[in-house]
Nanobody, 115 residues
């Protein structure tokens, strides 16, 4: 069994920053990729950023230049540093991991950007 534990969501004003963390635990043989998706009410879940085991990254165009994804391989943790947050970034953010050739999801953490 593999579990993903997210932390770091919250409410901020436009222009502020937040850092999300997601730690994987359990029976982990290999982590091929970890990343973040988000879902707003009435919208489909969308990719925000992803990082592979080789540290290759991919960002949604809306996150490019404002968000930075990184990972701590020793602790099976992925981070999402979000700067210059906008109201459009308001969503539930889900941690994703491709571990042992299976997809895993976190429970989600709310990010609200509002003045």
């Amino acid at each position: 069994q593999v579990q993903l534990m997210e932390s770091g969501g919250g409410s901020v004003q436009p222009g502020e920053s937040l850092r999300l963390s997601c730690a994987a635990s359990g029976s982990i043989a290999s982590i091929n990729a970890m990343g973040w998706y988000r879902q707003s009410p009435g919208k489909q879940r969308e990719l925000v950023a992803i990082i592979t085991s080789e540290n290759r990254t991919n960002y949604d165009y809306s996150a490019e230049g404002r968000f930075t994804i990184s990972r701590d391989n020793a602790n099976n943790t992925v981070y999402l540093e979000m700067n210059s947050l906008k109201p459009a970034d308001t969503a539930v953010y889900y941690c994703y991991a491709y571990i042992n050739w299976f997809n895993y999801w976190g429970q989600g953490t709310q990010v609200t950007v509002s003045s």
